[in-house]
């Protein structure tokens, strides 16, 4: 089971990063209420005419209702999640990766590490994660110039993103978007990008008289 297209993926979550930018730079709140209303109402129709994203819904809503077709990935996902327990079958024990979990390596990793790791293992990740944002966004803060802060944040907001919208989308919590783990996911391209955008956010801080590396 696969989200739909990738290009789809992407103009969401580049159109989420937008209205952040956006945001931070000093757009009025008014704006953001008229684009919100017009997504709203876009959202509606186009749930009520494509078949395919209504499917998707219903199997976000109760995947259990379809559980050999729409509901079968995230009903796997949370078979992961709840095998794992407090603290995990170990590293590199997980039995859903093995042709159960579809995607296991890309998408739907993180269910994978909660199943070896645990609860305590995946709030470690995730803290590890909000220590890293936390920190992109005090470096935006401390920027020398306008520039450099809208860059390092703009840099945390897009990685805060694609945690949440992953991480959410695993645990059942947002419907599927297939978007990647960042640093965890398979993917040489996107951990180069990710990397080069960590070094970025670094330059960034150096800039700062290299008090906030």
């Known amino acids: 089971v696969r989200s739909r297209g990738l ?3 992407y103009k969401r979550q580049m159109l989420l990063l937008a209205a952040a930018m956006l945001f931070l730079g000093g757009v009025q709140i008014k704006w953001f209420a008229l684009g919100g209303a017009a997504v709203a109402v876009f959202m509606f129709v186009y749930l009520k005419t494509q078949g395919y994203a209504g499917s998707r819904i219903t199997a976000w809503r109760d995947p259990a209702s379809d559980p050999t077709d729409n509901g079968y990935q995230i009903l796997q996902s949370l078979y992961a999640i709840g095998s794992g327990g407090l603290m995990g079958l170990g590293l590199g024990k997980s039995c859903q990766k093995y042709l159960y979990l579809p995607e296991e390596h890309n998408d739907y990793i993180f269910p994978i590490l ?11 990740v995730i803290l590890l994660f909000i220590l890293l944002i936390v920190r992109g966004y005090y470096i935006a803060m401390h920027a020398r ?10 840099i945390s907001t897009h990685i805060a993103l694609q945690t949440f919208l992953n991480i959410g989308v ?3 919590f947002l419907p599927a978007t297939g978007i990647s783990l960042p640093f965890f996911s398979y993917g040489g391209t996107a951990l180069l990008m990710q990397l ?7 330059a960034v801080s150096r800039q700062n008289d290299n008090k906030l590396l």
């Not at 909660?114 to 470690?124: D, I, K, N, R, W």
């Not at 110039?145 to 703009?154: E, M, N, Q, S, V």
């Not at 080069?196 to 670094?202: H, I, K, R």
Request: hydrophobic share 55%; proline share 0%; charged share 20%.
């Open 170 to 172: 695993v645990t059942n």
């Open 196 to 202: 080069f955008e960590a070094g970025v956010v670094l």
């Open 114 to 124: 909660c199943e070896e790791l645990g609860f305590v293992g995946a709030v470690v």
């Open 145 to 154: 110039d306008r520039f450099g802060a809208l860059l390092a944040a703009g």
């Open 7 to 9: 290009g789809d993926v």
